[in-house]
RNA sequence: GGCCCUAUCGUCUAACGGCUAGGACAGCGCCCUUUCACGGCGUAAAUCGGGGUUCGAUUCCCCGUGGGGUCACCA
């Protein structure tokens, strides 16, 4: 592997995998693998009280589910001996000094912090996405970057471990770009090497609002969990913000990562849209083999009765956006599939023309006959080969008896005004019960 | 509010000075059709405003305005 291009993915688990995570993430992944590169992984954990390591469990679960991996591991609590060991250079070299003060939770209490000495000047720095970017960093004064001379805080360690793995690219949010100037100020102190910056836009919720707990579904375990394909999260997550320069939306990992260029993402924030990521997962749902959709299903709710869902799956590709649809549709517009539905005698004859009641039962009855001539197998179009003809037959007595007839066999199928077709439906019950839901029917229809 | 970033259909975006401003999602309509769903076809919908530069600006510059971000001894 060459080593010209490093870069990090360095989340703080203190809290679930959100979705800027997980896009940054996949920039930096993107980027790194499309120029063969490095990608550090740092659990940026010195926040004591708020860092857990379930959250960095389920980061890393999270993105690793996602299709992401990297090349290295590692905590920046574990880096702690080496940040005194620079804090320490850095005091010596009279770049930064302690500074004994109030303690700020605590006023009566004194500590002693570490401050940087800031030259006070313009930092200037190229953003590979956004151009030259000039601060003045007087303002910052001489800004703290350590609570105590063994307690480093987030802008020192960040720099510190970047130079220390050798990152020449930082890509992240936008959300960062005031941040840069004074960590290139401590990169400076340091004398430590510049990395490329790079300023993804951020994505926003439906109110152009930096995405929020209270924007909806921010964890990307939710999505998961409510039936999402990862392949359809990192195609949408990647078109937010980024684009090929060309009409092409349906990506694979790896054809990102082929694909994937700095010059190809946008410069402002991009409004998550739930529909557009709907579509997406459908489209990529669609692709799965029948075998494939079920295993997935079944990893969705392990307590689903799978076991004779081959012939409906087709139904739930062309119906279901999620697995969670899908299972829904199972319990609910789908259920009369597994059993017998409730049926009244007013929606049977819904579509029956005023009079043609006796007819329409007629043409029910000798579809019960043809449907049990058929025996118990019934392939996928015999049921349709054998009752339209007595559609058809009954349309040239009478304008429109097609259709009534066909209703009042779907609805005597399924017990719902909108369901799939009636052949479909008998395919899929097969002949016994198929003729058991029929027989049912007319017994409803001769009760009158 | 200071500072910084940003601005093409409702949303994601294409067009890196020169085409009737293109595509996708959502919407609407029509077709297919026994209903639903799928599918097919079509339709509506945008260059924030004002100045420049230029033969010519969506594109380059400036000023407004809008939007966003950020202003911790959090990361």
Do not use: C
Not at 16 to 40: C, E, K, Q, S
Not at 110 to 135: H, M, Q, S, Y
Not at 297 to 303: A, F, G, R, V, W
Not at 394 to 399: C, Q, S
């Amino acid at each position: 592997m060459s080593t010209n291009v490093t870069v990090r993915i360095p989340p703080s688990p203190t809290g679930r995998l959100h979705i800027g995570t997980a896009r940054t993430a996949l920039f930096n992944y993107l980027f790194a693998r499309h120029a063969d590169g490095r990608i550090v992984f740092r659990s940026e954990d010195t926040d004591r009280t708020r860092s857990k390591r379930e959250h960095e469990d389920e980061i890393v679960e999270g993105l690793h589910w996602l299709g992401l991996d990297w090349d290295d591991f590692s905590r920046q609590s574990e880096h702690a001996a080496r940040h005194t060991e620079l804090l320490d250079g850095l005091i010596r070299a009279e770049k930064a000094f302690v500074s004994k003060e109030p303690a700020k939770d605590d006023p009566s209490r004194e500590v002693e912090v570490v401050r940087l000495k800031n030259p006070g000047r313009a930092i200037t720095f190229t953003d590979e996405i956004r151009g030259e970017i000039t601060f003045d960093t007087t303002e910052l004064g001489d800004f703290v970057i350590a609570r105590s001379r063994d307690d480093a805080l987030y802008h020192f360690a960040v720099v510190a471990d970047d130079w220390d793995a050798g990152v020449t690219h930082v890509i992240r949010g936008e959300d960062h770009i005031s941040n840069t100037p004074r960590q290139i100020l401590i990169q400076e102190a340091l004398g430590a090497p510049r990395p490329v910056y790079a300023h993804i836009p951020l994505i926003l919720d439906a109110k152009r609002a930096k995405l929020s707990k209270r924007s909806g579904a921010t964890s990307v375990m939710d999505y998961r969990a409510e039936g999402f394909l990862p392949e359809a999260l990192v195609n949408y997550f990647a078109l937010l913000g980024w684009n090929p320069g060309s009409d092409r939306e349906d990506f694979s990992l790896a054809e990102l990562v082929e694909a994937f260029s700095l010059a190809g993402v946008q410069k402002s924030g991009a409004a998550f849209d739930r529909e557009k990521l709907l579509s997406v997962n459908q489209r990529w749902m669609r692709k799965l083999s029948d075998e494939a959709y079920v295993s997935h299903l079944n990893d969705l709710d392990p307590e689903l009765d799978l076991s004779n869902i081959g012939k409906i799956v087709p139904l739930l590709k062309e119906r279901a956006r999620t697995f969670g649809e899908a299972r829904e549709m199972l319990g609910g517009e789908l259920a009369f599939l597994f059993a017998p539905p409730s049926v009244s005698k007013e929606a049977l004859l819904a579509k029956t023309p005023a009079g043609r009641g006796a007819e329409v039962q007629r043409a029910l009855e000798r579809a019960l006959e043809a449907l049990a001539g058929l025996g118990s197998e019934i392939a996928a179009n015999s049921a349709k080969d054998a009752l339209m003809p007595i559609a058809e037959e009954l349309e040239a007595v009478g304008k429109g008896s097609r259709g009534a007839f066909l209703w009042s066999l779907r609805y005597a199928l399924s017990g719902s005004e909108r369901s799939p077709d009636p052949f479909t439906i008998i395919y899929i019950l097969g002949a016994d019960e198929a003729l058991s839901r029929l027989r049912h029917a007319l017994a409803l229809l001769g009760a009158s």
